[in-house]
């Protein structure tokens, strides 16, 4: 990266934001960023774009068997369709690709500094005076420049939630984002801890290639298909959105009709109501619990040597111990005082703005069945209308800052998540896309 003698990136101006991060969600809102006329320079750890996707970035917690888990149709950019010939549910490095060319298509590369670690992000005073953000790059040299605001974007899918457990465990123990090939199973005993959607496919992958498989959890999980009638379960919803009190219902039925009871196979029943967490996509883990080639054990209670103690009493031998108990949000490069930080997550109005400064900006923190890569740019859209709105001293931009700054609202449509850190940004699809398209149309009135 070229830098100015007073430290400030080649092209930076008073006004320049600094955008962190190259994955989907950085991309999205480098394309709006320009689309708005709002100058930026972008700052990827990586070589290349794609975040997490790339599965050769150096924090990627990709594995080589990992597809979408939603169908291509119901994640693509609206604008930016996967080519025809990406399978319904595309592996990796389709989606690495895919990325790379949206990139391309969009002449994103020219405003990225790659190979550049933030490595700490500071207000210069009160919301509007700018930031001092300070960079290694690539030939390890630190650098500094001050920049209008901060648009973070690095992911919530790189600091890896390890769990504890009481004892020593005398074989392997690794977290699912140390996990990359099922290479790593051959001649061992395996045993899953979480059945989330990393943990069912690591578990197929363990079936396969390892000499057994066993999976623990700690509560119960509803399991969809991956195709119903021979379609993409996520794609038969159409255009109609049902409340959700029938929308379980309807749902509910056509698990049961599909899927049957996954008691049958050893799996606990949900403690809690469709919706209320994340449902596992996988067509295969049922079926091989319901062959007998996975075994579903409850809660670790201790570990002993090779021997795993279960809460219920029963032991087993194992050589290697896999945790997919997923991941925590981590912004290492800035305090979390400065993000409003309350329990698990960030506290921001629509899970990206802050509720006083209006040169801080969090990026992709928002999960919610279906919302796809296009809800997304949804939120980066209006973000970036936001701020040119401001800029501008656009009516409907100041509303905004009004309603943001009367506290904290999570968009969750009256569903009781589950008390879970994952869950802390988890919103539901409907309700957060209607205030979100809501507040673009605002900000889109009059505008250029």
Known sequence: MTAKTDGAPAGATAETYALIGAGPMG???????????????????????????????????????????????????????????????????????????????????????????????????????????????????????????????????????????????????????????????????????????????????????????????????????????????????GAVTLPMWLKRRVDGFLLKWFVGNPQKYGFPKPDYRLYESHPVVNSLILFHAGHGDLKVRPDIERLDGKTVHFTDGSQAEYDMILTATGYLLHYPFIDKAWLNWQGAAPHLYLNCMHPERDDLFVLGMVEASGLGWQGRHEQAEMVARYIRGLREGRTSALELQVEKAAGYARATGGVAYLKLARMAYYVDKATYRKAVTGWIRALSKGAA
């Open 27 to 237: 991309l999205a809102m480098a394309k709006v960023l320009r689309e708005q006329g709002i100058a930026f320079q972008g700052f990827e750890l990586h070589s290349d774009v794609g975040g997490l996707w790339d599965i050769e970035a150096p924090r990627s917690t990709m594995y080589e068997s990992a597809h979408l888990i939603s169908s291509k149709t119901m994640t693509e950019f609206t604008d930016f369709p996967m080519r025809e010939e990406v399978a319904e549910y595309p592996s990796h490095r389709e989606m690495a690709r895919y990325f790379r060319e949206f990139a391309k298509a969009y002449d994103l590369y020219r405003d990225y500094a790659f190979n550049c670690e933030v490595l700490k992000a500071e207000p210069l005073g009160e919301s509007g005076d700018g930031w001092r953000v300070t960079w290694r790059d690539g030939e390890g040299q630190e650098q500094s420049a001050r920049f209008a605001g901060v648009l973070i974007a690095n992911g919530t899918l790189s600091e890896p939630n390890v769990p504890q457990f009481k004892g020593q465990f005398d074989g392997e123990i690794i977290h699912s984002a140390q996990y990359r090939r099922p290479e790593q199973f051959a001649g061992k005993r395996v045993l899953i801890v979480g059945a989330g959607n990393s943990g069912c496919d690591i578990a197929v992958d363990a079936i396969h290639h390892g000499v057994s498989c066993d999976i623990s959890l700690r509560r119960g999980y509803y399991f969809v298909p991956k195709y119903v009638f021979g379609r993409p379960a996520d794609t038969l919803g």
